[in-house]
């Protein structure tokens, strides 16, 4: 086995949480203990965090570890707990000379050996202490919207609350002060929080003005009381906080989860609002075989549901801290036109541990400098590259592209030239396909997966015909899925389907047929005032039988079909897929006449 200096215990648990205080990096407890102590009081090594209340303590050992040893360490342990009895405490033997290790958590009075193989780092042990509750989606709806009717009564506005509850929830991650304080106060702290996080970030002061001006300093967050906002701030550490956990993947999904949810409630009124289910979201990233060295970006990022999934899975492929930061730092791309939609993403990253967050303020149509706007791809090719010498630079490169660009784009947000050709329309007729195409032309290789309404896979005329055809002349349709009816409620009422593009390769060279899967049940219920909800924790398996039969390419009745298409063909399943009328319920029958009653109201056409 390796060797396990103790240089290297230092620098994957985390350098800034030790504490020392004798020679040699040592820590004695006797400095600290108004008492005389008898026997071990000198720890080679202990890290801690006073806003988390959590201690890790190393004790190494050049030799295979005996009985005396353990008596030690818990020595420590029992000299910790007479610091603090409510601090929570991870002990660690760690065998210098071949790299094994012991591991036990303690809290309170119970302790627990863990079967830790390899050293983690300081904030994945803080996560072994999270409550066993902590992924209780319906919990977490629970709290929304009780943390919504607290906006409210503060007098925190509908579109404000999304940023400003993230923004909150930074500041409290990064131990903020605020009890007894003013108000001012409490803002300046949670600033200074937000600046020491954004120390290393693409366009800090940008990110931190738009936060500033857009949040900190709207009138509505000026005049909270200072004895209300000290409140409101113990509800988000004690009802939001807790259900976030950078470290595991699942923890991932609930923040994301949570921001999904928390933007529903308001954006309620805003039927075009399409917000990315985050369970699709996840869905769609397994699609794009994600890995520890997938390089991510979604042009259209909204709030950074696609990001969030996407560095939480190549996160979870990873081995150590190197790999992890190099995720963080170099694989996760976003852009974002909308200027409070930006910072909204930009606090999301940040909140899932991305210190340094590749989120560009601008249009993926931006692809020169003029006036304030700059070439987003440009500022992108030169982050890719800054570290490699001249000579040495490559275009911009991507592994895989996850899209939900917007259904309704008005003339002003998409390229001038193609805005002239929409005639009458003053909405984009390609339904957002126009962006897909524009993407792909620009990344050209890799793979590209993007949500877009029904309308652009029916299409067969006029501008949604040419789009079409031009992808296939330089792209590979993979295949389309086919979703839920009613997967953006309460939000958008679009009918959506999943398009997977292979880029740089002809459709016309490929010699497989296209996967068209008709996965409509996601297992999914509604529920009033908090959206579709999982009650009978069956997704977990439709998405494994998802990603089964379109891995395997199967053909089954009733769910899924491969079948050869060119432009002029419709793009979905319902168009080549034999039905399973086995298994027909009177509530099929129900699913379908809404489907259809959605078709016409969506394609209906003005006299």
């Known amino acids: 086995m390796a060797k396990l200096p103790r240089i290297d215990i230092i620098d994957t648990i985390g350098r800034k949480y030790q504490v020392e205080n004798i020679e040699n990096g040592e820590f004695s407890y006797q400095q600290v203990i108004e008492r005389h102590i008898v026997g071990h009081y000198k720890l080679d090594i202990r890290f801690y965090n006073e806003s988390q209340k959590v201690a890790v303590l ?64 300081f904030e994945e ?14 919990r977490v709806l629970e709290n929304t919207a009780a943390l919504n ?24 991650k990064e131990g903020l002060v605020y009890k007894r304080l003013s108000t001012p106060q409490i803002l300046a702290g949670i600033k200074v929080a937000l600046g020491n996080l954004l120390q290393d970030s693409v366009d800090k002061a940008n990110k931190i003005s738009i936060l500033d001006t857009k949040v900190l300093q709207d009138k509505n967050v000026l005049n909270i009381e200072s004895e209300n906002f000290s409140k409101l701030l113990d509800f988000i550490k004690e009802k939001i906080l807790p259900y976030i956990n950078e470290a595991s993947t699942e923890g991932h999904d609930i923040l994301s989860y949570f921001f999904t949810t928390f933007n529903k409630y308001v954006q309620k009124g805003d039927k ?41 899975q190549a996160l979870a492929k990873c081995e150590t801290d190197t790999e992890r930061r190099h995720v963080k730092e170099k694989q996760i791309y ?19 541990g991305d210190g340094n967050s ?23 090719k030169d982050s890719q590259n800054k570290d490699k010498r001249k000579g ?37 007729p390609s339904k957002g396909l126009h962006f897909v195409e524009h993407v792909a032309n620009v990344v050209k290789t890799g793979r590209l997966i993007t949500l877009l309404p029904m309308q652009a896979a029916i299409g067969d005329k006029g501008i949604i015909a040419q789009i079409k055809r031009s ?24 009918v959506a389907c999943c398009m997977v593009f292979d880029l740089g390769k002809p459709h016309k060279d490929t010699d497989r047929d296209t996967f068209f899967g008709y996965y409509r049940n996601d297992g999914f219920e509604k529920r009033k005032g908090v959206g579709r909800v999982d009650i009978k924790d069956r997704w977990e398996k439709i998405e494994e039988q998802w990603l089964s039969l379109y891995e395997h390419r199967s053909t089954q009745a009733g769910l899924c079909v491969t079948h050869k298409v060119s432009y002029q063909n419709e793009w979905c399943a319902e168009a080549y897929m034999k039905t399973d009328f086995s298994t027909l319920c009177d509530e099929d029958f129900i699913n379908n006449m809404k489907d259809y009653a959605a078709f016409v109201v969506l394609n209906e056409r003005k006299k």
């Open 58 to 121: 190393v004790e190494t050992k050049d030799k295979k570890f005996k009985q005396s040893d353990v008596e030690q360490l818990f020595d420590y342990v029992k000299l910790e707990q007479e610091l603090s009895s409510v601090t929570k405490i991870i002990a660690i033997l760690a065998g210098t000379h071949d790299g094994s290790l012991r591991v036990w958590k303690i809290l309170n009075d119970e302790n627990e050996e863990l079967s830790d193989a390899k050293l983690k780092s």
């Open 358 to 380: 590749n989120i560009y303020w601008g249009s993926c149509f931006d692809e020169k400098d003029t006036g304030d706007k700059k070439d987003i791809w440009k500022l992108i």
């Open 471 to 494: 992808l296939l002349e330089k792209h590979t349709l993979d295949a389309v899925f086919s979703f839920p009816t009613e997967m953006f409620y309460p939000g958008a009422s679009a």
């Open 272 to 312: 075009n609002q399409a917000f990315t289910p985050n369970h699709i979201a996840h869905f769609m990233c397994k699609v794009g075989h994600i890995t520890r060295n997938t390089v991510v970006l979604d042009p259209t990022c909204g709030s950074g549901t696609f990001l969030v999934q996407a560095m939480s």
């Open 149 to 172: 009717r607290i906006l409210h009564d503060n007098g925190i506005q509908e579109g404000l609350r999304s940023q400003f509850v993230g923004t909150c929830l930074l500041a409290l």
């Open 392 to 428: 040495k630079e490559e275009d911009v490169k991507f592994d895989l592209v996850l899209m939900n660009p917007p259904y309704n784009a008005s003339k002003t947000q998409v390229d001038k030239s193609y805005a002239m050709t929409w005639g009458k329309s003053s909405t984009d």
């Open 334 to 352: 976003g852009i974002e036109v909308d200027e409070k939609v930006y910072g909204l993403a930009t606090t999301n990253m940040l909140i899932h």
């Open 125 to 138: 042990y803080s996560s072994y202490f999270i409550k066993r509750n902590v992924n209780d989606k319906t």
